[in-house]
């Protein structure tokens, strides 16, 4: 059985970090592309930052966090993380992180985890 699941959220000021970790079981990291997703209230999943399906070191970021947000992961501890730096309000959301094939759309992605609250104060 595939699982993932995130850690790490939390509430912060404006300008702060937090590091969100997403450990998963049953598959390996290498065998699908790893992803990140949020989700404002009222609104579809967007996607954050995702790997490349060619070249998983190749990483792709929305234009919204670009610059402040990388992504990064521990192949041997099934792990996959979300480095999230200068923090703005407008970042509150919940963040998922989540497997498939790749790209954008979340209807791509075959696995996700419970999602993780991110709460950034002005």
């Known amino acids: 059985e595939v699982q993932l699941v995130e850690s790490g959220g939390g509430l912060v000021q404006a300008g702060g970090s937090l590091r969100l970790s997403c450990e998963v079981s049953g598959v390996t990291v290498d065998d699908y592309v790893m992803a990140w997703f949020r989700q404002f209230p009222g609104k579809e999943r967007e996607g954050v930052s995702t790997q490349d399906y060619g070249d998983r070191r190749t990483i792709y970021y929305a234009e919204a966090v670009k610059g402040r947000f990388t992504f990064s992961s521990d192949n041997a501890k099934r792990t996959v993380f979300l480095q999230m730096n200068n923090l703005k309000p407008e970042d509150t959301a919940i963040y998922y992180c989540?497997?498939?094939?790749?790209?954008?759309?979340?209807?791509?992605?075959?696995?996700w985890g419970q999602g993780t609250q991110v709460t950034v104060s002005s």
């Open positions: 989540a497997a498939g094939i790749g790209g954008w759309l979340p209807t791509f992605y075959d696995y």
